[in-house]
């Protein structure tokens, strides 16, 4: 069913970029849910049956599908995200590469024990899909975090039913129709709709559910998973340590980082940490590398009023010192990029995943003490180290509480280095080989000889 039902009793789809109705989602409930799910069981045993070389195939087909239509899936990404369009079409890229990524690595097998652990017997262990997977996912990247998920879950041999955010469907609905088309009937469907339509999804025919998004709705997943298979990715709050000697294209990389996708990136830099010699003169440089990104010009609005009243609301209750705002569009959902300084450990703007164009920044008096602030909130997901001593670096990324971690960069990712977080953040990896075995499940097999 097209998402953009004119149905009056739907909900609203806001273009972020101009705050007007771009058309009206009519929300799946309980038959609609249980039918994908149906769709997709009725999928499974053809899907798994392929060879992983014929699953390949047909996974480079969707990928060349997503490539030729570029340019239709960058207009919908857009008007679901207000992102520029280099940053939607090179996301859109990265899903096509993701897809190739994953069939390929699937052929490579999950290396498995095999040999006579016991007299007169021979084992092995075959590693078999989960069967089907309900994904969840945000509306930060509404296309690329799908990729995320189905990606290797189809390439492992499940079959996958997604459910977008409420106001982003678009490209999701698009991805559907064409792997219809290139993997078969079922294999891949899209279910839009709202958080209820999540929460039918959870509870209904499915073995395994994966979610990115809030740790509030990922808890509330996890209760409702019972004993099923759960991958959370739960956003982070990403701690930056910038050291005296950091090189001199540090101010605008974070910069650039933390304003990509207007900062809402699950792994952006968030919390600058400083030492007591170089805070002012970080504090300076982060300012003017700030003043030329500009809202309205080098990155989108917030996604959504919700969203931009939370971000209000936690620039309202800062306790911070100093706030410096960079120059930009204000109005409706744009938000200019702004920098918090002198703030407590315990201010909002630290605690939370403030999930806008932010940077915070703080200071303290040794490497160990600014190692205790970055690992002092309950998200672990991502983490940076800013200086010209590799050493140091080194050591301090491995003492970093983070799934990921940067050297003198940020937000660097590609498909073959996996994702994860921690903590409050999350379990499972995303991106890389090891994302399959989230979707696959070890089988001893034993024959006497």
Not at 225 to 247: C, F, K, Q, T
Not at 432 to 440: D, G, N, R, V
Request: hydrophobic share 45%; glycine share 8%.
């Amino acid at each position: 069913m097209d998402p953009l039902d004119p149905a009056p009793a739907g909900l609203d789809l806001i273009d972020p970029r101009t705050g007007r109705t771009r058309g009206t989602l009519s929300p799946a409930r309980a038959e609609r849910v249980a039918g994908a799910a149906a769709t997709a069981r009725a999928a499974a045993t053809r899907w798994r049956a392929l060879t992983p070389r014929e699953r390949e195939r047909r996974l480079d087909a969707l990928a060349d599908l997503v490539e030729h239509h570029l340019a239709e899936y960058t207009a919908l990404e857009q008007a679901g995200t207000g992102k520029p369009a280099a940053e939607a079409s090179g996301e859109i890229r990265q899903v096509a590469d993701l897809l190739r990524f994953s069939a390929g690595a699937a052929r490579t097998g999950t290396a498995p024990a095999a040999g006579r652990y016991l007299p007169g017997h021979e084992s092995w262990v075959r590693w078999e899909p989960i069967g089907v997977v309900g994904a969840i996912v945000p509306w930060n990247y509404p296309l690329l975090m799908a990729a995320w998920r189905c990606a290797p879950a189809l390439a492992a041999g499940n079959t996958v039913v997604v459910k977008p955010a409420e106001t982003t469907p678009d490209s999701v609905a698009l991805l559907a129709e064409h792997a219809a088309q290139a993997l078969g009937d079922g294999v891949l469907t899209a279910l839009a709709g709202d958080r209820e339509t999540g929460r039918l999804l959870v509870t209904s025919d499915i073995d395994m559910i994966a979610f990115t998004g809030s740790a509030a709705a990922g808890a509330d997943i996890a209760a409702r998973a019972g004993h099923r298979r759960i991958s959370l990715e739960l956003g982070g709050n990403s701690p930056v340590l910038v050291l005296p000697d950091a090189p001199a294209h540090t101010w605008s990389a974070l910069a650039e980082a933390c304003t990509y996708n207007a900062g809402q990136s699950c792994a952006a830099p968030a919390r600058v940490i400083t030492l007591d010699e170089n805070h002012e003169q970080v504090i300076a440089a982060l300012t003017a590398a700030l003043a030329g990104r500009r809202s309205g010009r080098d990155f989108g609005p917030l996604n959504n009023p919700d969203q931009a009243a939370r971000y209000d609301r936690l620039l309202a209750a800062t306790a911070a010192g100093r706030s410096i705002a960079a120059p930009g569009r204000t109005d409706g959902l744009w938000r200019p990029a702004r920098l918090l300084a002198d703030l407590p450990q315990d201010d909002p703007a630290v605690l939370a995943e403030v999930f806008g164009p932010l940077l915070t920044v703080q200071r303290a008096a040794t490497p160990d003490e600014a190692l205790a602030l970055a690992n002092g909130v309950p998200q672990a997901l991502g983490a940076s180290v800013w200086t010209r001593d590799l050493g140091t670096a080194l050591d301090l990324t491995a003492r970093l509480d983070a799934g990921e971690t940067w050297i003198n960069c940020h937000l660097a990712q590609t498909a073959e280095l996996p994702h994860g977080g921690r903590g409050a953040s999350g379990h499972g990896t995303d991106l890389s080989a090891l994302a399959l075995q989230e979707y696959q499940r070890p089988k001893t097999v034993t024959a006497r000889l």
